[in-house]
């Protein structure tokens, strides 16, 4: 984190944000929370019908909270209408290297939407990141979301960069990729990076981290780690995850030769989750996902706490009945068909 301030000379609670990403795992839990907060917002989203499948958007745009703006994120004469009278733009826009070319456009899309917030007087970007070692050596997709955040970091408008490691909620893409893995595999043969290490963080923890970060000072800009207090292997998570789920702990045997398209290819095939988007997650596995800020990020945006791994586990893990689009932890009708 390159500056901070105490908590009495933060800024208020922003009167319009622009969320990205509003039909995805992270925004589709983000918006009503906003919303609760009194934050009007805006939506850039290519299907307005799909968003407006969810219950709270419906609801905010009855009641004229929200304002959509149908367009691509690629679009920039469609990122300028949707900044105008923004405060805070919440970019949660990742390519997950769908395509070959992923990092270029995952760059010219941060680019156009810096120079959109630029101009329209945006007073703060937030951007969540991913946790990565301090090194070049990156896999392409941790690379990608590094350079998105210093492009942010780069332009004139005062940006928090989050940086996360394995999120634990129902309907995350990597918590899924645990549920399913320590589900189906009794004995599971798995690479050697099972034993690197994370720092997983629960939903609920990011989401407060998110809501946060838009009300830091005007002259605070830079990157923030967010994590829970544990930091332990995949290998151990694992474990954890089974022990939550009353599940005997599956056997693992490590094998060295086993490549990340490789993995990504297998946990295609054994789970759900399709392989271009395991492709990235376990690209990310290959380094250890811990902070590095002294836990500073984690004082400034979250200094309360943070909801220890057994806990997070065990609410993500709640099936019990609860209204669309309220809790964070669970399913809500945004999420993909693979989740649960």
Known sequence: MTSSAPASSATSTPRRALVTGATGYIGSRLCPLLLADGVRLTVLTRSAAKLREQAWARAA????????????????????????????????????????????????????????????????????????????????????????????????????????????????????????????????????????????????????????????????????????SEVLSYRQLIDRFAQADGRRRPLMITVPLLTPWLASQWIGLITPLPPDLAKPLVGSLIHDTVVHDDGRGVDTLLPEGTVGIDRALALALDEGASAADVDPAKRNAADPDWAG
């Open 61 to 228: 745009e009855q009641n004229q909270l929200l304002s959509v703006v149908e367009g691509d994120a690629s679009d920039a004469e469609a990122v300028r209408r949707a900044c105008t009278e923004v405060d805070t733009l919440y970019y949660l826009l990742h390519s997950m290297g769908k395509a070959d070319n992923f990092q270029e456009q995952d760059a010219a899309l941060a680019h156009t939407f810096a120079d959109a917030a630029k101009a329209a007087a945006v007073r703060r970007i937030v951007y969540l990141s991913g946790l990565h070692p301090d090194t070049r050596e990156l896999s392409p997709h941790l690379a990608s979301r590094v350079q998105v955040g210093e492009i942010f970091l780069g332009s004139s408008v005062p940006t928090a960069v989050l940086q996360a490691s394995i999120i634990i909620g129902a309907g995350s893409a990597s918590f899924e990729m645990l549920r399913h893995l320590t589900r189906r595999l009794p004995v599971m043969v798995a690479p050697r990076w099972l034993n690197n290490r994370v720092q997983p963080i629960a939903i609920t923890d990011v989401l407060t981290a998110l809501r946060s970060a838009a009300r830091l000072p005007a002259d605070v800009s830079g990157v923030f780690d967010i994590a829970g």
